[in-house]
């Protein structure tokens, strides 16, 4: 039996202790938070413990008859680390966790990420199998919490820890807030069983594997927690921290050794105030002389020298551009700015100039749409499915260089919707962290990514009215995507055969 001090585990959207294959794509979202890696790496390199992460939506993809009972017999551990970041891994981290304690009850197992700071207290009342949550950005307070374990001290000391004392919950502040994370290393996954096999999957992913920019946002989208209310909300940080571009670069340029990587994805996005720092990682990428895919999202507009530097920059073939355009409405957007966040606006001859300048440059650009948005009515989803339209009409003699994709919005915790639905019109259907897991627990699997929650409505737009729309857009949009998808995923084929084959040589020569 193999022992490690402590087991981390990343968890499937859902759970069955004996896999079969109707639950085969609802559990396949293997893709580990970016501060995942960092807490298990810093486990190892300051506190010096054994370490395994074991990631069970990988496993299950790889190996339709992957059992976690069994494998879980196989192992001994004295922690086990769960993350709960997204909230569509609410039923199945509970559930992962119900069956760690049947079979070793006395480890320790203790949940971070998001959704798990939100909700802290409401799991640790409601479900015993979890002993404590690190809530917040979690590298030294996880540390701190396993090494009071291991030395038999309380956990008075330990930051941003919620943990269960006798009957009793128990919390210290949030006091930790990251003011530097270049000592952090993201990218080192050596200690997960299968990682070359999860740079394959990423590359084959409608994102690619993505390389940690910074913490923090300066803005304030309608639907996403992790903005910048939310962000105070669940992590207290009030300021965005950005990595120096020397560490950027050094992390791609150690990614560009492992030949299944052909596109790396920027986990933070641009902004006019952010150009200059992403033009400097740009330039020192192409005096390192890295050859790669770039994929990056823009999160406002307007841009500057943003997409001639990308070019010059990463492999054309390989690359992505992204852009949420949140509404096509007007007067959703104007209802946005006057409550939420005065950047929230689409200006027409913007968009196109970045459509324009993508084909231009031959990056692929998608556009991501919100249907479904507060204040949001039939007329303005027909202005959006016009613009659709004319979109795949511009694309049909063309090699596609933009699309659209849409999925349906779920208001996160922590977002300005979820936190003041009264401000936006919208009543709220799901709230509690119960009410999230019992709905994961029974949702059935839809085509494509249409199997996300819309846990809300308005006066204007319904929920099944919202999900029909989002069927519409999808299969409107579908044949745009795939086209744009494709041209990415065959010449990323292309250069890893090269790439073996130039290595094959070397080693000849040699």
Request: aromatic content about 12%.
């Amino acid at each position: 039996m193999k022992s490690n001090d402590i087991l981390f585990i990343h968890p499937p959207r859902t759970f069955q202790i004996d896999y079969n294959k109707k639950y085969a794509s609802r559990s396949s979202n293997a893709f580990l938070p970016m501060g995942l890696p960092a807490i298990v790496n810093y486990c190892q390199t300051e506190g010096g413990f054994d370490v395994k992460l074991l990631n069970v939506p990988l496993e299950l993809h790889l190996n339709k008859k992957f059992s976690f009972s069994r494998s879980l017999k196989s192992l001994d551990f004295d922690v086990c680390a769960i993350d709960l970041h997204w909230l569509l891994h609410s039923y199945g981290t509970i559930k992962i966790a119900e069956l760690i304690k049947k079979q070793r009850p006395d480890a320790k197992i203790i949940i971070g990420g998001y959704t798990a700071t939100y909700y802290a207290r409401e799991i640790l009342e409601n479900f015993p199998d979890i002993d404590a949550v690190i809530r917040g950005e979690g590298e030294v307070p996880f540390l701190k919490y396993v090494s009071s374990l291991k030395n038999g001290k309380d956990f008075t000391d330990v930051p941003n820890l919620t943990y269960r004392k006798g009957d009793k919950i128990r919390e210290t502040p949030i006091s930790y807030v990251a003011n530097d994370i270049d000592h952090l290393n993201f990218i080192d996954l050596s200690f997960m069983d299968h990682w070359r096999e999860y740079f394959k999957l990423c590359e084959k992913s409608v994102m690619p594997f993505s390389i940690m920019i910074a913490r923090g946002c300066p803005f304030n989208c309608p639907f996403c927690g992790g903005g910048r209310r939310g962000q105070y909300i669940i992590n207290k940080r009030r300021k965005i921290l950005l990595r120096s571009p020397e560490k950027v670069v050094s992390d791609i340029k150690a990614l560009e050794g492992i030949s299944e990587i052909n596109t790396i994805f920027f986990g933070h996005g641009y902004y006019r105030k952010n150009e200059d720092y992403f033009l400097e990682i740009f330039r020192q990428l192409r005096k390192e002389k890295i050859e790669l895919g770039g994929a990056l999202e823009i999160w406002r507009l307007p841009f500057k020298n943003l997409l001639k530097e990308f070019a010059k920059t990463f492999i054309q073939g390989l690359s992505l551009l992204e852009y949420n355009i949140q509404a096509f409405s007007d007067n959703v957007l104007k209802r946005y700015r006057s409550v939420l966040d005065p950047t929230l606006r689409n200006d027409p001859e913007e968009l196109r100039k970045l459509m324009d300048s993508a084909k231009y440059y031959n990056i692929p650009l998608r556009l991501w749409v919100n249907i479904g948005n507060p204040h949001e009515t039939l007329y303005d989803i027909l202005q959006g499915i016009k613009f659709v339209l004319k979109l795949n009409a511009e694309n049909l003699l063309t090699k596609n260089y933009v699309c659209i994709y849409n999925t349906p919005i779920t208001a996160s915790p922590g977002s300005p919707i979820f936190e003041s639905p009264e401000k936006f019109g919208i009543t709220l259907f799901y709230k509690t962290f119960r009410d999230f897991y019992s709905q994961y627990e029974k949702m059935s699997n839809k085509f494509g990514e249409l199997d996300l929650m819309i846990n809300y409505e308005n006066k204007t737009l319904g929920r099944k009215m919202k999900f029909l729309i989002n069927t519409l857009y999808h299969v409107l949009e579908y044949p745009m995507f795939i086209k744009n998808v494709s041209n990415t995923v065959v010449n990323g084929i292309i250069r890893q055969k090269r790439m073996k084959k130039k290595n094959l040589n070397k080693e000849n020569d040699d």
